[in-house]
């Protein structure tokens, strides 16, 4: 079985990466010439969900990466589109505002990790993974009062004090994610993991970048005043 290596891991979330950008612009411009907001609340919501599922099934199932791989990175450009669309909408100018910076923090946060100025520790993976988890119910929570209830929870997702706060401690865990991206990118070629595991690795990477740039869209529009 051939196990996996970390030019693969690279070169593999690399074109994962661009595959969703290449998809998630033409969406945007798509959406913008032809006028129809339906497309990118549409695709917005497809890629949340595709992607969600798609996303679970390979961590669970690190085998069916290799498979799951190309159709994640369609959904999440489906989502990286749709998004962009409404926040250009609202506020315009902030996608190319979150663009930038989760780019620099991408580089800030490899040089980070390529120095060892912050390393992968089992204390730093448990403290990351668990406010991400702590995030992630959150978000729950609140898809699940809007969906349900038509509410919110109190002052949490509003241009506050509260919310802005809550939105830059989620954009710094989203940032930290990338450290264990690229920890498992070297332990996967390090412990000779099967090459699927490349895929896997390539996934992982996506999904944080992808978080980032919400997480930056969501920051920036608060600071603007969206409510």
Known sequence: MCSSDLQGAIQKSIL??????????GIFFYSFSTMNVGIAYAATMVGAIGGLILGLIATFKPNTARVLAIPYAFFE????????????????????QALLATFVTTLVMF???????????????????SASIAIGLVFVVQFIMRLAFGSSIPFLFESNLLGIGFAAFVAVIASLNL?????????????????????????????????????????????????
């Open 111 to 129: 040089g980070l990790y390529k120095f060892q100025i912050i390393r992968a520790t089992e204390k730093f993976k448990s403290v990351v993974i």
């Open 77 to 96: 450009g489906a989502f990286l589109g749709g998004v962009s669309v409404i926040f250009q909408l609202k506020f315009p100018g902030i996608p190319l």
């Open 179 to 227: 450290i264990l991206d690229f920890d498992l990118i070297e332990s996967a070629a390090a412990q000779r993991a099967p090459k699927s595991y490349e895929w896997l690795c390539g996934i992982a990477l996506l999904a944080t970048l992808v978080w980032m740039y919400y997480s930056f869209l969501r920051l920036l529009s608060l600071l603007q005043g969206d409510d």
């Open 16 to 25: 994962l990466t661009v595959i969703a950008a290449v998809l998630g612009v």
